[in-house]
């Protein structure tokens, strides 16, 4: 137990050492969020593994949900692994650091099972990446005993095939379930002593869901895939899909864990329902996902207050595949307008459909202070909109413009395809023509401004799709058609982006691989590929040199299907029958297309429900006994009727506020911070002890903080300080003790105290700083005497608009301390707000280079505020005047020590 304990400890040690100083953005590394769960006692231990980095992977819903399902369990515990990037990984192989869970800094090879989320085929080589730096064999029948057994799940999921050398074990469909059932029989199974392979067979046999490649064998003939077969008579075939029947509300997390960093989607994320039934022929997520499940409204009513109350997050999503779809969103609206109003939450809507959208809709999100209106019309003309399967018209998405132009949106972003079967140049020029259209009703209303950010995609076919028999255009033809899209548009508030056709091209031959594409993507990523998803990082002709190397070609994976061919996904049933999405496909190339099968009179056949425990769930249909706005607003849009509460009015009259002024610390893994992630950080922190801060006016207010200077990421510190205004007068005892219970490791508060209104930001006072470095040697006194024997002493210092200014470090020295275990530095920043950074001066100071400062632990230890010779302490109004130089005690006073003065301070 101590040599494992051990190991660990070193892991984390080295991690601290080696890496955090070291990189880009430490905080992706440090874990020690909010919300964490930590059960080193647990018997089975899942690592949840997303194969891209933190400030992606904490965005997925997916892995909180699962995180949260798996952590109720008593004996089981669920941990979360990112990719590193890049800088951290070369640290990490040079210094033989393994890939460690953020929780608890276990190595990934130390967990009994590790679990991949499979979101985007370009992932791919970040998966072999992970296990060989997590020290786990890549492929899967070079694992032993004492390895994990490394499972996958996840909407690319739906075509195993590619990954089956390297993952033991796929999970099909939804997990609340299923992964909880598979660790059941993992936990029952080892404590019996059962062998590797028998735990995996009996989870193929008995859960629906589970696919585990070794059992199952490809059969081709003159190289052409001829179907798969079973090895065991009691395995299923074909491998059926999970589904949970209904969304339950424990599924889904109170308390969330909340990222101290910035993430790319950094708001609390609320399912309204799962699955869509509009039917676009391209669309994998609208076909895998069916049936519809919708919500209840008191289950994400409570969870919104719930979540909210638990993470103090200021914006929010409905988070589904078409959100306006969802049949009750009046009444969610009308319920939860008064709860996310009170407490300053913004709303947004990722996923909406311009046939469904509404002033209710429009309003609702404006005033939460949406500022972006994203529609996706895909298509150019109805015509190719017919043979997609594309519901909305363009009368209907000129309509939800006008709508958003009124409410006060001045950014439209639009989504379209390019490269769709049956498409004509003038389908491309129909891209424009609405682009253009948009700018025209806008200047209509009087509004000159408007921005229209059209992106532009290639078209992948996706399995399990009506689309998934056709061919993709090649590299060449789509090269062309982005020429031609950019030499038609002239309006110059239109901002085209036109994705890369390679990477379109390398999704399909990833999405529609059979298990020869294992080894091209081992190859490739032998040969250096990672991060394919990132532009800078892809690189399209290692690509080619591993589809060459194992002897198949591009065009072997982008040509059309024939009818009866077998695809290398067929043996997987994803709940959507083959010969519907053959059907479909044969009403595209009619223009014919097929109604949404919500209404409760209508249904395509097409397998997804079996109208017993698997069936659609609306709620409008289950729910009948809607409720009403009673203080609301009725605006009525056509068919629509949406609901805006009037309860709870924001008021323009200005309330008397309460200002305050804070003392805090920031240590341990807070280092590692920057100062806009803790500014993000004390907003949370605020709302979370239910604090009434006052906001400033706008149509984005911010809370009403001022910050002392920003510490240099990598530097502690025993003194930062905090200005804030309350709407409520409260006595600082209390504030300090509702505070203290929502704070994260690393951070104190030492003092909290009423001053008055201040007519310069609190980093406008503050001039005189105070650091501790650690750090001793033979020559420090005679290096301390040399500097301040100087007069002058000039560096280079780069200014905030970019210009390069040479400035006299000597005059900014206030002091420097000599002590047993290093020194004290004092630095002044003048008049303009110019100050030479630490760092720049230990260089001259020390002799050491930029590696070696980083490796110092250096402590900020004072912030005063120096005038006309007096040092005043910003919360202690602790005055001194300066006439022999004043001594920083570790109490946290201030002295003079006339005796004591050091003999190398120069003030």
Sequence with gaps: MMEFEDRLFKVKMDVERKILPFVEKPGRYIGNE???????????????????????????????????????????????????WVDAEEIMRREKIPLYSLE?????????????????????????????????????????????????????????????????????GDGENLLPAFLEIVYRMKKERRKRDEILFESAKTLQGVYVPKFYEPIYENGKLKGVKKLFDELPLPIKRNVVPELKPEYYPDKPVVPLVEIVHDRFQLEIMRGCTQGCRFCNAGMIYRPVRERAVDDLINETKTVIENTGYEEMSFVSLSTSDYSLLPELMSRSYELITEKKVSPSFPSLRPQTYTKGIAKFAREGGASGLTFAPEAGTERLRRVINKQSSEDDFYRAVEIAIDYGWRLVKLYFMMGLPTETYEDLDGILRIAENVVKIAQRKKVYNMEVHVSVSPFSPKPHTPFQWERQNSIEELIDKTRYLRSKNKCKNIRLDIRDPRVTTLETILGRGDRRISDVIYSAWRKGAKFDAWTDKMNFDLWLEALNENGLRVEDYTREYDKDEVFPWDHIFMGVLKKFLWRDRQKAY?????????????????????????????????DKDVKGARDGEVLSIGEETIWIDKSYQRSNVKVQTFVYRMKYTKEGDLRYISHLDLIRLFNRIFRKANLKVAYTQGFHPHPKFSFSAPLPIGYSSLCEFLDFELEEFLDPDEIKERLAFNLPNGMRILAIKRIPKQKKSLDKQINLFEYKVYYTSENLQTQVELLLSKDEVLIDKVTQDGKVKTINVRKYIAGIYVEDDGFRLKIVRDENGVMPRVDSILKILLGLNENEIRELKIERTGQFIWENGVIIDPIEDNVEENKIGVYYHEEGNLYQHAEKRNAYSSS
């Excluded at 919300?35 to 904490?58: S, T």
């Excluded at 009179?601 to 609306?618: E, S, V």
Aim: with cysteine.
């Design 34 to 84: 909010f919300n964490i769960v930590v059960k080193p006692e647990a018997q089975v231990k899942i690592a949840l593994c997303f194969p891209d980095i933190y400030d992606i992977g904490m965005s997925y819903i997916g892995f909180k949900i699962l995180y949260n399902i798996v952590n109720k369990i008593p004996w089981a515990s669920a941990e979360r692994v990112y990719a590193p």
């Design 104 to 172: 608890t800094k276990r190595p990934l090879k130390l967990f009994d099972v590790v679990g991949f989320t499979l979101q985007y085929e370009l992932h791919y080589t970040n998966i072999l990446n992970m296990l060989e730096l997590g020290g786990i064999p890549i492929f899967s029948k070079d694992r032993s005993e004492e390895d994990p057994i490394v499972i996958a799940g996840g909407p690319v999921a739906c075509n195993p095939e590619p990954m089956s050398a390297f993952i033991d074990v796929f999970l099909l």
């Design 590 to 622: 009619k223009e014919a297309m097929i109604p949404d099968c919500r209404p409760e009179d209508i249904c395509h056949a097409c397998g997804a429900c079996d109208f017993k425990t698997i069936k659609m769930l609306i709620r409008e249909q289950i």
